[in-house]
């Protein structure tokens, strides 16, 4: 468009490691000015666009927390490039995904926060979202509760609560719908960042998508923007997504932060049955594969280690495979109808479930779930035939009329 | 009232101001709205309680709970109105005779015929029929032909043969209140039955004969089998306690032949206090997921549930697999033992996981027996201690087999929440009083209506589109598992939270499905009648002639295309619904827009609102009406709440 250009300042992982060769900033914005606005953000992650909200011009970018410091260092590219993605007169939103006391604490080992007064058209807003050990404790809580083999209700229960698993769920939706209507109600450019850029502002950024942009809610879409969001944006799949559940030897870099962003999609598809064009095995898959897989596709922390492994020539891609017909139809929701909309999930308790297909898999009982889900493809198929069929006769059957009105004339 | 304010429990910014009217049967509340004038109608036996709270600057608040779990927030601008008002509806809420209740007043404008119709609907003998029985070893008794053996149980009851009217009616003086062993489900391939009971007075060593020999009969009954079980529901130490009142358990030293098993489900107190415990936490503001577990763990809702299914999984295996009969009792047998009993039944037999069958069940097991509908669901004033949601329990049990079992119901969730909304409703005369005698003696028959007629006349509306007669989940017995299945057992928010829409999923796959399944057989339709035409035309295409009739044919049958096209389309509208998300963005004239148009949309989905239309026929679906009307109102998610304050901070 005309506010935004690709640059190739990041070409031999030079400026940011963990950022792709490639990647789209303001068009007033020069690479001389990116390389020291690399320096100003933690990690070299300087800020570039996530999304682009076609609706009304908004954009979504992302980047990690800045280098101010203890004593408030400033850089005045960094308020530039950030400053260009506003329209005149507008404002625009910092989400940060700290609290406000985290952040403070970081200003200590150097990192930091966007300062009101330097940055006098941007309101910041904390959203806190967990991470790393917290998230992977409670996820180890949590496949415990479900393999827990008692018969006491109230046991599940309060052991479900103590994972705080859902409260995790429910923070992060929460903080992507607040993305969200920052940019399709408020009219506002959104920069998302919390310290290192590669996790929880991912998760936000990626879920926005969903809520904002009817074409994530596709396969294909989705795929891209798992490859977006994910693979190019430097997501340490490696680190995170080692030893899953089981691990009793302390991962340090072990973190669910894939599947939760995975098990949100999924609330949002349970509230949206007929808005995705995946289903849940599609969903359940991509999570299988973030962990183990045949494929090279989510091997290494970054593009840049993929490309010193030369996985891409020596690994198949996992889209490649999946993108075959014969994978594609297990993957396809029968219920798809397009939504162009915006859906806006809500984030209640009562609405937020346990996503039974991941985590009660092997327990519960999934034969009679199967036979619905077969009986709603066959009550949609059937349908589907009937049309064709209808459609065809009444073809032939106006072929035939007309042929034979000329006849009688 | 002029100037009330309805207010919405998830925002206070949500009010809406309007007319508060109190008529005999409803109160209704207009809004001011210039267009839409949305109503809201409640039917004054549904009030649970009425709170009135302390007056504030802008106004007096007056909280109405319903018992189908609504809850209306208004705000009456005068102290002495809003007292007028708390007051009038105590009493309106509160009536003293069956007579003051609105199945007398309600009118659906049927005639005579029709409405005796409705009540022939279901037919008790014609179940039993149905089941088998009478047979060589079952035979209907008429000991209780004017009910003077036992006066809450039906005049026509099934009884092994060989128990002669003597030891019907000595073990009769052995039980609680009369309540004998009877048949409640016969199971054709095996012979098993699962008979219904209260306890026994037996006391701390009391026996009697004629009991001993009533059950030697039951088990007798079932040449198959040398025992029976004889299942009692309550707590041991409940059971236990009883026995210093003269009450108590079977000793099986004293029973020949017999396995005594306890189960325990708790009492109606102690269910009654859960429900109420459960509801807080439904009603709390912007609670937290911890907030939300830790209350529904606390209620103890899902373990009372999950007590019943287990009842009824040993019940219904006892009888598939084993083959043996069983005898089911509680304290006075119509209520733990009413639960048990039609959910085991709805495990065995396929038939009453249909729509007419779930009528016929509820009939049989509930009604017939003596529930006592009037004393747990607070039709007439009566004493508080008495009310307790026996059957809410029961019908949040079917609808935890309907999760599990997707394929194995006629009939899907809304058609549950409309019963429990009649069973409080009072408008049909099915669940009025407590038992047999008192129905037939205020001839409820002639005077009110049947809700199954009701029901079954839109029937198309509870139909759950998975459901298959040949399936394989449709035959037989269901086998729910057993082995550690909490996770089975899951908060309803679909009946508890029911009329804040904007909690449930936005687009419903049950609708979809019906739409899609209503297309196609109208495809089906039209494809025939094209074969047909084209055949006609094929063979007059020698004869080349009445080309006047076809043409008007074809403009008949463009105007059933253009009919099925818009239904086709009838999906993508609940898309619409999405708009409807909170947002509390300051471009609120848009959202406004956004949310008239979700209120169209909802009243041609929803059935609890498309009611509008019925106006003229009486004003049935009126009472269920929702007050969020467009019930996306709500959806203002509390977290959003937070967020907010954030923003504004911020």
């Known amino acids: 468009t005309n506010e935004w250009r690709l640059s190739c300042v990041n070409k031999e992982f030079s400026v940011c490691p963990s950022y792709p060769p490639v990647v789209i900033v303001p068009k007033s914005i020069d690479d001389e000015a990116l390389r020291k606005v690399a320096l100003f953000r933690h990690g070299g992650r300087f800020p570039v666009l996530s999304y682009y909200h076609k609706k009304n011009g908004m954009a979504m970018m992302r980047s990690s927390q800045p280098l101010t410091g203890t004593n408030g260092r400033r850089c005045k590219e960094d308020e530039k490039l950030i400053n260009a993605t506003l329209c005149s007169g507008r404002r625009g939103f910092v989400i940060d995904t700290r609290p406000l006391t985290v952040a403070q604490q970081a200003r200590a080992k150097g990192g930091g926060f966007e300062q009101e007064v330097h940055y006098p058209q941007w309101r910041r807003i904390h959203k806190y979202i967990e991470r790393f050990h917290i998230l992977q404790e409670s996820f180890i809580k949590l496949v415990e509760a479900c393999n827990d083999q008692s018969h006491n209700m109230d046991r599940w229960l309060s052991k479900l609560e103590a994972s705080n698993w859902l409260t995790h769920i429910k923070e992060l939706l929460t903080a992507a719908c607040l993305a969200a209507q920052c940019i399709d109600r408020e009219g506002a450019s959104v920069l998302v960042h919390g310290s290192e850029g590669t996790d929880s502002t991912l998760q936000v950024t990626s879920l926005a998508q969903i809520i904002l942009d009817p074409r994530c809610r596709t396969i294909h879409g989705f795929e891209a923007l798992v490859v977006r969001e994910w693979l190019q944006a430097g997501h340490p799949f490696q680190q995170r997504c080692a030893q899953s559940a089981y691990s009793n030897s302390k991962q340090k870099w072990e973190a669910p932060v894939f599947l939760l962003f995975l098990e949100c999609v999924w609330q949002i598809h349970r509230q949206f049955p007929c808005s995705f064009e995946f289903n849940e095995q599609f969903l359940i898959m991509l999570f299988e594969h973030a962990y183990a897989s045949q494929f090279g596709t989510f091997l290494g922390n970054n593009e840049n280690e993929r490309a010193k492994l030369k996985l891409p020539q020596k690994t198949m891609s996992l889209w490649s495979w999946v993108n075959r017909p014969e994978e594609l139809s297990r993957f396809q929701n029968p219920l798809y109808e397009a939504n162009s909309l915006v859906i806006w999930p809500s984030v209640a308790p009562q609405s937020l479930q346990l996503w039974e297909g991941v985590f009660l898999r092997w327990n519960r009982p999934s034969k009679f779930l199967e036979e619905a889900e077969e009986e709603r493809i066959n009550i949609i198929k059937y349908n589907k035939e009937l049309q064709a069929r209808v459609n065809m006769l009444r073809r032939q059957l106006a072929e035939m009329e007309t042929g034979e009105e000329v006849q009688e004339e | ?650």
């Open chain 2, 1 to 650: 009232v002029e100037n009330v304010r309805l207010l919405d429990r998830l925002s206070s910014r949500r009010a809406v101001v309007g007319t508060l009217y109190l008529t005999a049967t409803h109160v209704i509340f207009v809004e001011n709205g210039s267009d839409t004038r949305k109503e809201t109608w409640v039917l004054h036996s549904q009030i649970s309680s009425i709170e009135k709270q302390a007056t504030t600057a802008t106004g007096c608040p007056l909280l109405i709970r319903c018992k189908n779990f609504q809850v209306i927030h208004l705000v009456i601008p005068q102290e002495r109105d809003c007292h007028d008002v708390y007051i009038s509806l105590i009493r309106l809420a509160r009536p003293v005779k069956y007579e003051e209740l609105y199945c007398f007043s309600f009118n659906p404008k049927l005639d005579k015929e029709e409405r005796e119709q409705g009540w022939k609907l279901v037919d008790l003998n014609e179940e039993y029929n149905r089941m088998g029985v009478p047979n060589n070893y079952w035979q209907i008794s008429d000991v209780n032909r004017d009910y003077g053996v036992c006066d809450s149980y039906p005049t026509e009851v099934y009884v092994p043969k060989s128990a002669t009217a003597h030891i019907i009616v000595g073990s009769s003086k052995f039980r609680s209140r009369r309540r004998f062993p009877a048949l409640s489900y016969y199971c054709k391939g095996n012979n098993a039955s699962i008979c219904r009971s209260s306890q026994p007075l037996s006391g701390f060593s009391a026996r009697c004969l004629e009991d001993e020999q009533m059950l030697q009969a039951i088990r007798k009954a079932n040449p198959g089998s040398d025992f029976i079980y004889v299942v009692d529901t309550r707590p041991k130490l409940n059971a236990m306690a009883n026995r210093a009142a003269g009450k108590g358990y079977e000793n099986e030293d004293n029973y020949s032949n017999i396995k005594f098993q306890f189960i325990g489900i708790e009492n109606i107190h102690v269910m009654r206090n859960s429900l109420q415990k459960m509801l807080e936490v439904c009603e709390l503001k912007s609670p937290s997921m911890s907030d939300f577990l830790w209350g529904l763990e606390n209620s103890g809702w899902l373990k009372h549930i999950k007590a019943i299914m287990d009842a009824g999984i040993f019940i219904a295996k006892a009888v598939a697999e084993e083959g043996v009969s069983v005898l089911v009792h509680c304290s006075d047998g119509w209520d733990r033992t009413a639960q048990v009993c039609s959910v085991a039944s709805l495990l065995l037999d396929p038939y009453y996981r249909t729509m007419k069958g779930f009528m016929v069940l509820i009939e049989k097991d509930w009604v017939s027996f003596g529930h006592k509908f009037n004393h747990r669901y607070g039709n007439l004033d009566g004493d508080p201690k008495e009310i307790s949601p026996v059957i809410d329990q029961f019908i949040d049990c079917v609808w935890q087999l309907m999760e599990q079992f997707p394929c194995a119901f006629e009939f899907n969730e809304r058609f549950l929440i409309h019963i429990q909304h009649h069973i409080y409703s009072c408008q049909f005369g099915n669940f009025l009083c407590n038992s047999q005698k008192e129905r037939r003696e205020l001839k409820i028959k002639e005077r009110t209506y049947s809700l199954w007629a009701h029901l079954w006349k839109n029937r198309a509306d509870y139909l759950n589109p998975l459901y298959r007669s040949d399936h394989s989940q449709t035959q037989g017995t269901l086998h729910p598992q057993i082995a550690p299945c909490n996770f089975l057992y899951k908060f309803w928010s679909g009946m508890y939270n029911r009329f804040e829409k904007g909690l449930h999923p936005r687009q419903s796959v049950t609708d979809y499905l019906m739409a899609v399944k209503e297309e196609t057989q109208q495809l089906e339709e039209e494809l025939e009648v094209l074969q047909e035409r084209l055949a006609n035309l094929q063979k007059s295409k020698s004869g080349n002639n009445k080309v006047k009739s076809k043409q008007q044919d074809r403009s008949k049958q463009f105007g059933l295309y253009t009919s099925n096209n818009s239904l086709a389309n009838t999906p993508q509208e609940y898309s619409n619904d999405l708009k409807s998300f909170p947002s509390r963005s300051p471009s609120q004239g848009d959202e406004d827009s956004a949310l008239i148009l979700t209120q169209d949309n909802l009243k041609s989905s929803d059935p609890d609102l498309s009611a509008n239309s019925d106006q003229e026929s009486g004003v049935e679906d009126l009472s269920c009406r929702s007050p969020s009307g467009g019930g996306c109102l709500p959806s203002e998610d509390s977290g959003k709440d937070s967020d907010e304050a954030v923003f504004l901070a911020g």
